[in-house]
């Protein structure tokens, strides 16, 4: 008696054996038409999404709380579609268990892949809390390592001190901060 579940073994040795015989028109239809055009490839790589917005807001989360809100009147492109250019900025930062800071400035720029903020012209820092206010020009913030950085001229006025300084990084992780280049405080 046959059993039909032994001639199974049949099938893939037909496929194996007749190979040759298809294997040819197969590879044929697999064959990607059209070819390989490298100026076509590299104008697809340095195609970017520009776009110009009015009112726009960008948040920044760590560990899933919001820390940044930023604010612009108007949003655009940068060098690349990853880097968004602002002007009229105001930014908000608040984490628990921090004093909020509010900052304005001109003009700013984020830059996506870094999450690195770069405010620019007119930067005003604000520590309602403290009553304390920051004046520079130019000021970095990285996210990845929460350091504030101006490397030029800050001011910084309080309800009961001035100081000025050419150079000012500040941790916010920490709350420290750390002048350099002509420090002078006024009590």
């Not at 059993?3 to 294997?23: E, K």
Request: glycine share 6%; proline share 4%; hydrophobic share 40%.
């Amino acid at each position: 008696m046959r059993n039909p579940r032994n001639l199974l073994w049949m099938i893939p040795l037909g496929i194996l054996l007749t190979g040759p015989l298809w294997r040819g028109y197969v590879a044929d239809f697999l064959k990607p038409r059209g070819g390989y055009d490298a100026k076509v490839a590299e104008a697809y790589k340095r195609q970017s999404q520009n776009f110009i917005m009015d009112n726009i807001s960008i948040t920044l989360s760590s560990n899933g709380q919001l820390e940044w809100r930023i604010r612009a009147q108007r949003a655009f492109t940068g060098k690349s579609d990853r880097e968004i250019g602002m002007i009229d900025v105001d930014a908000r930062y608040t984490s628990k268990g921090k004093d909020p800071l509010a900052i304005i400035s001109d003009r700013g720029t984020y830059l996506m892949d870094d999450r690195h903020l770069v405010l620019i012209d007119h930067v005003v820092v604000k520590k309602p809390a403290k009553g304390e206010e920051l004046f520079t020009d130019l000021l970095h913030y990285y996210d990845a390592t929460k350091m504030v950085i101006c490397p030029v001229d800050v001011e910084i006025q309080g309800p009961q001190f001035h100081l000025s300084a050419g150079r000012m990084d500040y941790d916010l992780s920490s709350d420290a901060y750390d002048f350099n280049e002509r420090v002078i405080v006024e009590m």
